[in-house]
């Protein structure tokens, strides 16, 4: 069974730092890209990075550009991010998502529970 | 930066067809995906690449693709529809981005 669980959520001053992790187990986790998506309270989805599965291509948001880190481990089966110069409007659930590409499926097709990030003074 | 534009909301009494839009400049060269999303839930995948279903999804939802718009069907909603509908796609930069989310209404 796939499972992607995140860790390192909490609340944080503005200005802090945070690193969220995600424990991926079910699948061959060194074969996908993945992917931090993020949801402010009461609001839409927002893609926020995402990485290839050997770190070769990385991507980012505009909003967290130069800001957010995101890294990976395939030894250990996990994906982070890290998180800094932390700003009101990144206060949200960040989910880590699987980016499966094939003949019969493709898209973000497993998403963990998400952990509460809170920047606040 | 890249936007894809959905309606708010939506609302059709069960049975009906529900139709959910979602417009975008590069929708004609990059596929779209649609996801559910219930309170207090991660996102579901319900179509990949513009009209694909992943197993599982019900015949019920379909999606077509015309131009710069793609298009999010449900047949015979029911009221266990009723959710947040999210177009998802990319731009050329190879950048993700979401559609601003619809809800949809089971009157």
């Known amino acids: 069974e796939v499972q992607l669980v995140e860790s390192g959520g909490g609340l944080v001053k503005p200005g802090g730092s945070l690193r969220l992790s995600c424990a991926a187990s079910g699948f061959t986790f060194s074969s996908y890209s993945m992917n931090w998506v993020r949801q402010a309270p009461g609001k839409g989805l927002e893609w926020v990075s995402s990485i290839s599965s050997s770190s070769s291509y990385i991507y980012y948001a505009d909003s967290v550009k130069g800001r957010f880190t995101i890294s990976r481990d395939n030894a250990k089966n996990s994906l982070y991010l890290q998180m800094n110069s932390l700003r009101a409007e990144d206060t949200a659930v960040y989910y880590c998502?699987?980016?499966?590409?094939?003949?019969?499926?493709?898209?973000?097709?497993?998403w963990g529970q998400g952990t509460l990030v809170t920047v606040s003074s | 930066s890249y936007e894809l534009t959905q309606p708010p909301s939506v609302s059709v009494s069960p049975g009906q067809t529900a139709r959910i839009t979602c417009s975008g400049d590069a929708l004609p060269k990059q596929y779209a995906y649609w996801y559910q999303q219930k309170p207090g839930q991660a996102p579901v995948l319900v179509i990949y690449?513009?009209?694909e279903r992943p197993s599982g999804i019900p015949e019920r939802f379909s999606g077509s693709s015309s131009g710069t718009t793609v298009t999010l069907t449900i047949s015979g909603v029911q009221a266990e529809d009723e959710a947040d509908y999210y177009c998802?796609?990319?731009?050329?930069?190879?950048?993700?981005?979401f559609g601003g989310g619809t809800k949809l209404t089971v009157l």
């Open positions: 690449k513009d009209s």
């Open positions: 998502a699987r980016w499966t590409v094939g003949a019969t499926q493709e898209g973000f097709d497993y």
């Open positions: 998802q796609s990319a731009d050329s930069s190879g950048t993700l981005v």
